[in-house]
């Protein structure tokens, strides 16, 4: 006989949209889900200064015990490998029982319903999602939502959402038509909107091969700015990376990166151009700028520094 079940899940560190996509995946392994709510982007709860969180309830359906469902999700954890630090501190996967039928544990590893549950309003907003009628110790959910403490809790759109604000942003789409206008004329490689998708596309991939789990927002973004301010190297002499990153900073304070990301991004966009990059970021934006070039199809190659030495141009990506 199968057993209802509602799980927690949420994560902080790296790609959490991919993060939690996998812990689904490995989920179901075990449990047959039959609802799930939304993303939601959560303020953290106790130690304040780590990045925001992505939270998501599930519902679903098991044969497992409650002590083999514990032992389950710390698994997954395990093979995510979630490192426990400090007490409500980051994470990259996180997956708590909240509700396991209607019987009540408390033992020395499982306490169900989950003792603290009650107080949070990114586990409760988005279980309210799924389960609106739901009585939870003789209380309504809507009246345990109404109680809780007034914590930011906001549903995701769209995992990209800040990327397309950033495509979409007038300002941003003034420095693309100031690199074109200023490279009208020029042989080699331009510095447009399909350039900065390119590399956002192949440093994405590059992310992904290397299991760095970093944030797809940041990657994107880095790659969508890297060099926005190329017209200001033509027009003011500027070296272009300097321009781009004073640029980017007033294009990704208006969407709400954190500045721990606002840091990463500037960061690889000062870096983009040189080899000796140590942080991950700045070392796959640079990878990037290079593999995105399809030189191999290229009329100005024979002028081009970069193969002054005859060497061949090789597709990669």
Known sequence: ??????????????????????????????????????YYKTEPVGYKEQDWFLNMVIEGETHLSP??????????????KRVKTIINGPRIIDIDILLY???????K?????????????FVIVPLSEIAPDMIINGKPIKDILFDIN???VYKVVNDMEKINSILSDEEYISYLEKNKNNEECRIFCHHDITHFLDVSRIAWILNLEE??????????????LHDIGRWQEYEMNINHEIASADLAENILNKYEF????????????????????TDN??????????LSRPCFNCAAIDKCKRFKDGEKPKLLY
Do not use: C
């Open 109 to 121: 590893e499982l306490t169900i319903p989950h003792p603290r549950m009650f107080e949070r309003a």
């Open 67 to 80: 002590q083999e469902l514990l032992d389950f999700t710390q698994s997954i954890e395990m093979k995510m």
């Open 1 to 38: 006989m199968k057993s209802k079940v509602f799980l927690g899940l949420g994560s902080n560190i790296g790609d959490t949209m991919q993060n939690m996509n996998n812990a689904l995946v490995f989920l179901q392994e075990k449990i047959h889900m039959t609802n799930k709510s939304s």
């Open 281 to 290: 970021i700045s070392r796959i934006i640079y990878t990037a700028d290079k």
């Open 211 to 224: 299991n760095l789990n970093l944030d797809k927002e940041v990657v994107y973004a880095a790659s969508l």
């Open 258 to 277: 954190t500045e721990k990301q606002k840091h990463m991004i500037l960061t690889a966009i000062r870096n983009h151009r040189s080899k000796e990059n």
């Open 101 to 107: 039928s209607n019987i009540e544990i408390i033992s």
């Open 150 to 152: 007034d914590e930011k």
